[in-house]
C-alpha cells in the first residue's frame, strides 16, 4: 500500500519550476528521497505537508490532499526539518511537550511522551539543558524527538543527519533505522548522502529536475542486468586483463590491480578454476575475487546523468 | 556448617541496571484536545517565556507604584476634606484630585493609566520584541506550522500571550486600587456616583493591552532581530508623541481645546485620550507663570470615534501586517 500518491504535481515559485508534472506512489516502509541541490526534494516535502499549493497535479498523504487537508496531514506527519530551529528560551522537555500540545495532546500526556521520546533519541539528562546550549547533533536529536512526540504514522527527515560527526550520524542513522523498522512508522528520507539512505531506506525516488528519474527497492536497483565480477591482483597486469577479454569478458573499470569485468552470460566452467587457470596463463596473482553489485551511488550517477 | 549463599537471580541483577522509567518508544493512540484550543497552548506558553525574565518582574513591580501613589493621593483627599471641612483646594488647584460627582474616583484611574504609560511600553519592548522575531531567528515558524495548527493559530496564540502579559500588569494594580476603592469610599457614594466604573478600568487596560501588542506583533513578524524590532517600536512611540504635541502645539498656539485630536494623535496619545473618554473625566489643572498669574485650564476629552479610530486603526495595521508575514517556508516568486 503506498503512504502517497502524487499524480502530475507542480509546483512552480514564479518562473521557476521547482516540481514539474510528478507522478509517484511512495510505498510504506523507510524511503529515500534522492536527488542532486536542486533537485525538488525539499519543495515535494513542503507540498505534502500542505506549506505549498501545487500549481498543477494532485497528490495524497495517507489518503489525505495534500491541497485541502494541510491540518489533517499534519495531525499524522512529523517533520525533521534540515535547517536548525527551535523555540528560544526553553528547554528540550519544555520544548517536545510545547510540540506534542501544539498537536493536540493534553498536558500531561505532551509531558510523558516529551520525555519518553528524548530517552528513545539519547538525550538523556540533557534534556532539561536549555537548548540554546545544545551542541549540533543533540539540536538533530531534539528535532527528530519533536516530530516523533505526537505519535505520527509518516515521518519525513530532511538531511537527518546534516553537521553531525562520524558518530552522531551513525546514532541519528541507527535511530531512523530503529523508527522504521522497528517501530512500524512510515518514513521518507531526503537525503543526498547515499550511504546514508542506503544503510536506512528499503526502497528509493530518485529525482532530478523537479521529475523522478528512477524508483525502487535498493536490492532491485542494485541488481544487474549481466553477471560482473570483481578481481583484486597482487599487482596491475594487462596480460590478465587481455586473456580474461580472450574468455569473452568486459572490462567495466580498473582501479590498480582491482578490475571488475562483465560476462554477457555466465561462464560454464567454474568462476573461480577460469579465473585461475587465467592467471596461471598470464602470470598474474589473484589476491581475492566476489560477484560485484552496483552501489546506489551507481544507480543514482546513472539516474541523473 | 554455614549453608552456602544463594545466587542472586539473574532478572534481578538486571533490573538493577535498568532505569526506573519505561524508556521504550512507544506509539501514540491517545485523546487529543479540540483543534479550535490550540491557539490557547501558545498564548500560555507564551505568557510563561514573556513573564520569566527578572527584567519583567521588576519592570512590573514597578508599574504598580502609580496606583500606590494614587492610594495616598486618595487616603490624603479624605484626610484634608475631613480636616478642611470642605474641598481640599491645593489638591484640586494641581489637578490631581476631582471632587465633582462621578469624577472623583474615575479621575484617580485616568491619572494613574496615565502614569503607568511608561512602564507598559517598557514591559512590551521586554515580552514582546522577540515574540515573533526571535522565531524567524531561530526558524521556529517551521516547528510551529509544521504542528496541525493555522498560521491563525500561531498569530492568535503569540499575540494572547504578549496581550496576557501586559493585561495583567496593567489590569491587576487597577484592580487593587479598585478594592481599596471599594473598600475606603463605600459610604461615600463610591458604587453610587460612579457604578461603571469597573467597566471602564477593564476596557481601558484591555485596549491599551489590546494595541501595544498588536503594534508589536506586527512590527516583530517582520524582523529577524528583537532588538531592531524592540527600538523601532520605542522609537515610532517616543518620536510620535513629540511630533503629535510639538504640531499640536503650533497648530492650537496652546489652546488647550483646539486640534484637540492632533494632540492626541500618536500611539500614547490616544491611549490617554480614548481613557480620558472612557473614564469620562475632564481634566481641571492650572497653567501660567509665577509672574504673569495662573489660570484653570479645562482639558475636555477628545472625540470618542476619534481615538477609537486611532486605536482600532493601528491595531489592525500590527494584526494584518503580522498575518501578511507568516508563513511556514519562505516563498521566492
Redesign the interface.
Known sequence: MAVATISGLTVR??NKTAVDGLTVEIPEGCVGLLGPNGAGKTTLL?TL?G??KPTSGSGEVLGYNVATDG??L??K???M?E????????NAVTFVA??G??????AA?ALR?A???L??CRLGEARYRDLETYSTGMKQKVKLA?A????PKLLFLDEPTNGLDPDGRDEMLNLVRD?SHA???NVIVSSHLMPDIERTCDSVVVMRSGKMVRQGSITELRALDAVQWSVDLRTPSPQFQAAMEAEGATLITNAGSHYRFEFKKSPTEDIGSLLFAIAIRSNAQIRGFERASRSLEDVFMEAIS | MIPPIPAIPQQTVQNQNA?I???????????????AI?WW??AL?MFK?HT?PLSFKVIGALAMLPYLFVIVVLWLQGQLSTAGGGRPSFLVMTGLVDTTPGQKFALQFYNALGYQLLYLVILTLIAGA?CIA??N????L?????????KNDYLLGKWMGLFLSIFTVAFGPAALLYFYCMVSFYSDGFFKDEPRLFLHMLTATGVTAAVFSSIMVGLSAWSKSPRITGAIVAAIYFAGQVVSFTLWRITSGGDANKDVILAHSSIGGAISGLSQVLYGVTVHTLRGRMKTGFHEVDYAPPSAFAMWGILIGLAVIGIAAARIKI???E???
Do not use: W
Open positions: 515559485y514564479g513542503k505537508l506549506f505549498l491540518l489533517k499534519r495531525q506527519i512529523g517533520l526539518p535547517i536548525d530551529c527551535h523555540i528560544p528560551g526553553m510545547y510540540c500540545e501544539m498537536s493536540g495532546m493534553p500526556q511522551r520525555h519518553e521520546t530517552q528513545y519533536q516523533l512526540v505526537h505519535g523508527v517501530k512500524g512508522l | 532505569p522509567a519505561d524508556l521504550s518508544y512507544r506509539n501514540y493512540d491517545g485523546p487529543l484536545n479540540s483543534r490550540r497552548t501558545i506558553a517565556l520569566k522577540g526571535s522565531d531567528k531561530n526558524n521556529a517551521l516547528i510551529y506550522l509544521s504542528k496541525p495548527i493555522t508563513r511556514a517556508v516563498v521566492i516568486s
